[in-house]
């Protein structure tokens, strides 16, 4: 089983701030099958980035994934308000399909 | 509009089943993987069992394996994930999710990540 391992736990910055969440497998995620999602409260979560860089329909280009092997990064660039939630990442390389624990990203 | 909604939900003691449903719309449910995700109360989100596309292959957690059954039945464009011996720490909303399919010319690639989930239904085993 690929244990995803989501760093920091919780992340505080202020609107207009550059917001960097990394996420770190246990072995090889094959074919940078890594995916993330954004969970506002109440909320089911939303797709991000698939393919470790890969935007999802309708996400702004604020939002960018980078990374393969082991290693992967969300970047959000000049946060919004809205983007204030918790960040998934997932591999779907093999199954078990894993997902990281989150990372909170809350106003300063 | 592409939709997904669960139901099946409910207060169930331990050792006790419930079968979860999930009514898909709006596309055709019969070419896309689906996945069911549970998220414990305050928790994060942990990846519960997938089926591929006709339902031939499936897929578990070590958490939920020989007690769970997941299943489709695409003549009804609907999910299930059978739950028997339920534990205490199975209480969660479950949310069923679909998968991606990409068509390439004659090459079709089925993807275990999730692009539409429906709101969720609320299990929760105690006595």
């Known amino acids: ?108 | 509009e592409v939709q997904l909604v669960e139901s099946g939900g409910g207060l169930v003691q331990p050792g006790g089943s419930l079968r979860l449903s999930c009514a898909a719309s709006g596309f055709t449910f019969s070419i896309y993987a689906m996945t069911w995700v549970r998220q414990a109360p305050g928790k994060g989100l942990e990846w519960v069992s997938s089926i591929s596309y006709s339902g031939s292959s499936t897929y578990y957690a070590d958490s939920v394996k020989g007690r769970f059954t997941i299943s489709r039945d695409n003549s009804k464009n609907t999910l299930y994930l059978q739950m028997n011996s339920l534990r205490a720490e199975d209480t969660a909303v479950y949310y069923c999710a679909k998968g991606i399919t990409m068509i390439r010319g004659v090459i079709t690639t089925y993807y275990y990540y999730m692009d539409v989930w429906g709101k969720g239904t609320t299990v929760t085993v105690s006595s």
């Open chain 1, 1 to 108: 089983e690929i244990v995803l391992t989501q760093s920091p736990g919780t992340l505080s910055l202020s609107p207009g701030e550059r917001a960097t969440l990394s996420c770190r497998a246990s072995q090889s995620v094959s074919s940078s099958y890594l995916a993330w999602y954004q969970q506002k409260p109440g909320q089911a979560p939303g797709l991000l980035i698939y393919g470790a860089s890969s935007r999802a329909t309708g996400i702004p280009d604020r939002f960018s994934g980078t990374g393969s092997g082991t290693d992967f990064t969300l970047t959000i660039s000049r946060l919004e308000p809205g983007d204030f939630a918790v960040y998934y990442c997932q591999q779907y390389g093999s199954s078990p399909y894993t997902f990281g624990q989150g990372t909170k990203l809350e106003i300063k």
